[in-house]
């Protein structure tokens, strides 16, 4: 047996999972990748920048251009021997209103892979999502979504992400009830991610890209009326920190929140925006389209102690300040493009 460490990332030529790709290579040098990614909204190029950003050499691992769906994960868990697998791919387009099509991609699959790692014994870390709450009781007294609030989704992308909570939970429930230990399952509630690499997801990029970008661009940025709106932001380096905590000896197995467990108003965005750019810009506010607000999560917050507890895990960088660092690169590398490009 090869003493080289390997793990499989499915969704790995994403946002996320191109950051968590980089940072596994950071901390195990000599490690053997395996990118699971089907490219429908992915790209290789996520890995090579983030790769790029952390000064790391050249991805070396392996591309799996299929599906997770096509994967025969026991045997491959069999063969590789992974010390984790990280299952990041899924369709997250909240405005993908196409229930079969989320359900396909996203909770069907699911089964497989849970079922291969608990057998094989393999760490299993997967992404829920925030989503997974809806408007619970705590958007509208504006205090933290405790784990038990989730089940009651807004849109079906949530709901896809419930559903592979609600199959943990039956693992989990089966075992206990047979007096055997839990596997070594985490399941983890991303909130808003924001942060370097996510260009390439287009509208449904970060709020934190898409204002800093406008204001680059010499536009106003524009903001719900009147801005109040509050989300819990947290920085992608966070996320990927926890994610890879998730897979560590000695856990809780459970499901987690990942936020930052503090809100952050859109207006509080725009001003981090302008202490990183040195501006003083004012947002222009316009009215929520009606079809969007019985599906819009008009405030969400991580309960994170049991993230804490469970994960001994805790957030390295307080929203705001990690948007100005990502205010100033997103600055820097637009103008290092633009002289590239009129070289």
Partial sequence: MSDTPVYIVTGGAGFIGANLVATLLEREPGAMIYVVDDFRTGSYANIVEALQRKALPSFTGTILSDSVSELNWQPALVGLQPKAVFHLAAITDTLEFDEQKMFRANTEPFTDILEA?????????????????????????????????????????GFSKWLMDAEVFRFFKQRESNGEPLPHVVGLRYFNVFGPGEARKGK???????????????????????????????????????TIAGAEPNIKPGVYNLGSGQTTSFNAIVNAINTALDLSVEPEYFDMPEEMIPTYQHYTCADMSETQSGLNWAPAWAPTDAMVEYARLIARERKASHITHNA
């Fill in 204 to 242: 449904m990029a970060s709020m934190v890209y898409h204002l800093t970008n406008q204001v680059l661009d010499g536009k106003t940025p524009r903001l719900f009326k009147m801005g109040e709106h509050e989300r819990d932001q947290v920085y992608v380096e966070d996320v990927v920190a926890c």
């Fill in 117 to 157: 790692c608990i057998e094989c014994d393999v760490p299993l870390v997967y992404a829920s999502s925030a989503a997974t709450y809806g408007s619970p009781p705590q958007a509208d007294t504006h205090t933290p979504f405790p784990l038990e609030a989730a089940g009651q989704p807004n849109n079906v992308y």
